[in-house]
C-alpha cells in the first residue's frame, strides 16, 4: 500500500512477534539478561510481566531463538486453559511426546522421565507459559511446584517462564510454595517519549527507510495516544504512514497524527 511511497522494503509497524523489529530498549535489555541467567542457570521458575502490548511474547522468542538446539529442549504453552490433567498432558506434547498414561501421577511420571533422559543427554528442558494469568486451575500450580521441586545437583530438570499482564503476579501470590521458587521477576514497562522515539525509529530503519518519516511534533502526539504501548504505537504510526500517503505529504506531521484521533 504505502511501502513504494516511503521506500520500505516492508511494513515497519505490523504487530507480528519478528525478532528483527525487537527494540532492545534498558528495560529490556535488563529482562533479557536476568532471564537468560535463570533460564542457563537451571533455575527452576522466573516470571516476566507486563501490560498487553508492551513485547512480552517477542523477547520470549527472541530468548528461545538464542538458546542452541543442543543444548536445551523449549516448550512453549501460548494458551494455558487445562481442564483435568490437560496441563501435564500439554507439556509432553510440546517436548514431542504423545502421553500415554491418563491419570494424574502416571503423566507426572512420564514427564519426569522425560525430563531425567534430557538432563542425562546434556540437554536443559525450558517451559514457557504465555498469557499465565488466564490460569484458572489451582491444580495447574500446584503442578508447576511440583515439577520445581525436581531438582537435582546440577540444576532444575525444568525450568519454567511465566509470562503475563500484571495481575500475573498477585495470583502467583496466592501459591506461595510455588512463589519460593520464582528466582527471577521482571516488567516491561511502557515506554517514555525518548523510547517511544527510539522505537519508532528503530522499526523504520529496519523496514529499510533512510530517513526520518515523523516529524518530532508527531512523534509527541504519537508517544500521547499510545501512552506508550508498543502495541499501540504500532497501530498509531502504521495509521500515519497511510494517511500521510494518501495526502501526498513529505513527512508525517503532527496534523495528520491529531487527525486520525
Known amino acids: 500500500m504505502y511501502l ?3 521506500k520500505l522494503k516492508e511494513k515497519p509497524f ?11 530498549s534498558p528495560n529490556l535489555e535488563e529482562a533479557w539478561g536476568k532471564l537468560l541467567w535463570a533460564i542457563t542457570g537451571g533455575k527452576s521458575c522466573a516470571m516476566l510481566s507486563g ?5 512480552k511474547t517477542v523477547l520470549m522468542r527472541a530468548i528461545a531463538a538464542q538458546l542452541e538446539p543442543s543444548k536445551f529442549n523449549v516448550a512453549l504453552i501460548n494458551y494455558p486453559l487445562f481442564e483435568g490433567n490437560g496441563f501435564l498432558r500439554d507439556i509432553i506434547v510440546q517436548f514431542g511426546d504423545s502421553p500415554a498414561a491418563e491419570d494424574r501421577s502416571g503423566l507426572f511420571h512420564e514427564l519426569s522421565q522425560k525430563l531425567k533422559e534430557a538432563s542425562r543427554l546434556g540437554k536443559r528442558s525450558l517451559l514457557i507459559i504465555d498469557e499465565a494469568q488466564v490460569v484458572d486451575e489451582p491444580q495447574v500450580f500446584d503442578d508447576l511446584r511440583l515439577l520445581a521441586d525436581l531438582h537435582p545437583e546440577a540444576g532444575a530438570l525444568l525450568s519454567v517462564v511465566l509470562v503475563g499482564q500484571p495481575e500475573l503476579r498477585e495470583l502467583v501470590s496466592r501459591y506461595p510454595l510455588l512463589e519460593q521458587h520464582i528466582s527471577v521477576r521482571c516488567h516491561l514497562h511502557r515506554f517514555d517519549l525518548e523510547h517511544t522515539v527510539r522505537y519508532v525509529s528503530h522499526r523504520l530503519r529496519v523496514a529499510g527507510s533512510q530517513a526520518g518519516l515523523f516529524s518530532e511534533e508527531a512523534l509527541e502526539i504519537v508517544h500521547r495516544h499510545s501512552g506508550g504501548i508498543p ?14 500517503c494518501r ?12 487527525h486520525l484521533h
Open 247 to 258: 495526502r501526498q505529504a513529505q513527512v508525517v506531521d503532527g496534523a495528520i497524527v491529531n
Open 4 to 6: 513504494a511511497y516511503w
Open 14 to 24: 505490523d504487530n507480528t512477534p519478528d525478532r528483527r523489529f525487537l527494540y532492545r
Open 51 to 55: 501490560e498487553y502490548g508492551c513485547g
Open 231 to 244: 502495541r499501540r504505537i504500532n497501530n498509531v504510526a502504521d495509521l500515519c504512514l497511510l494517511e500521510a
